[in-house]
């Protein structure tokens, strides 16, 4: 049986990617670039975009236009509030899930 990691990683992207742009700014190419970075190189610029469109329209991140060096304006995302505590109470939560799974997994 094959494992369907894209459903492992659907429930949890949003918070790899809010905490992504906590660090700093950024722009949907560079987030799908760091992603790769993290060994999710299975994440695609199709799946990033709607995304960010989701978590801006639930107001967890808002995004301006910055000129670039390399072309037209790129739009720029950074965290508001609302992301910040979406990442708190994420981070809570998964660590009490992860804990309960491996501790099952290692059995």
């Known amino acids: 049986m094959k494992i369907?990691?894209?459903?492992i990683l659907?429930?949890?992207?949003?918070?790899?990617v809010l905490?992504?742009?906590e660090n700093k700014d950024m722009y949907?190419?560079?987030?799908?670039e760091?992603?790769?970075?993290?060994?999710?190189?299975?994440v695609a610029q199709?799946?990033?975009?709607p995304l960010l469109l989701k978590l801006e329209k639930e107001e967890l991140i808002s995004g301006y236009l910055k000129e670039s060096t390399d072309g037209?304006?790129?739009k720029y995302y950074t965290l508001t509030s609302g992301g910040s505590k979406y990442i708190d109470e994420f981070s809570?939560?998964?660590?009490?899930?992860?804990?309960?799974?491996?501790?099952?997994l290692q059995q």
Request: charged letters at 20%; one cysteine or more.
């Open 72 to 74: 037209p304006p790129r």
């Open 28 to 32: 949907g190419y560079e987030i799908t």
């Open 46 to 49: 199709g799946t990033i975009y």
């Open 19 to 21: 905490r992504l742009i």
């Open 34 to 42: 760091e992603l790769s970075k993290f060994g999710l190189e299975m």
């Open 4 to 7: 369907n990691t894209s459903q």
């Open 92 to 104: 809570r939560v998964w660590h009490q899930i992860s804990t309960a799974i491996n501790n099952i």
């Open 10 to 16: 659907k429930g949890t992207l949003e918070a790899c």
